[in-house]
Nanobody, 126 residues
Framework: VQLQASGGGLVQAGGSLRLSCAAS????????VGWFRQAPGKQRDVVAA????????YYADSVKGRFTISRDNGKNTVYLEMNSLKPEDTAVYYC????????????????????WGQGTQVTVSS
């Protein structure tokens, strides 16, 4: 599975962006997908995750109420809608997919994912 993350950019605080994670090479409708982010000098942390069915969602406390993860299996794409962006949201955002189908759980840890996209930069100015 190859994952392509896109949609990053420069936005002012309070603004919005929508990230996309498109999969190719294999359909990923049976796999959980997560978004992670890494700010300069910091570790990579989970932002949001969605189960293969879309029925289990996870959000980091720092983004609850502002970010929404969703998936369109017909388009082999997972989205991260980001609203009310803050300067502290500035980071490189990565999408990742679990290679094991139909796994349940919140998928909050890096080791649960087998495939990673290249990352897209999100910069929020104050």
């Amino acid at each position: 599975v190859q994952l392509q993350a896109s949609g990053g950019g420069l936005v002012q605080a309070g603004g919005s962006l929508r990230l996309s994670c498109a999969a190719s090479g294999r359909t990923f409708s049976s796999y959980a997908v997560g978004w992670f982010r890494q700010a300069p000098g910091k570790q990579r942390d989970v932002v949001a995750a969605i189960s293969w069915s879309g029925g289990i969602l996870y959000y980091a406390d720092s983004v609850k109420g502002r970010f929404t993860i969703s998936r369109d299996n017909g388009k082999n794409t997972v989205y991260l809608e980001m609203n009310s962006l803050k300067p502290e949201d500035t980071a490189v955002y990565y999408c990742a997919a679990d290679g094991s189908p139909f796994k349940v759980g919140r998928h909050t840890q890096e080791y649960e994912y087998d495939y990673w996209g290249q990352g897209t930069q999100v910069t929020v100015s104050s």
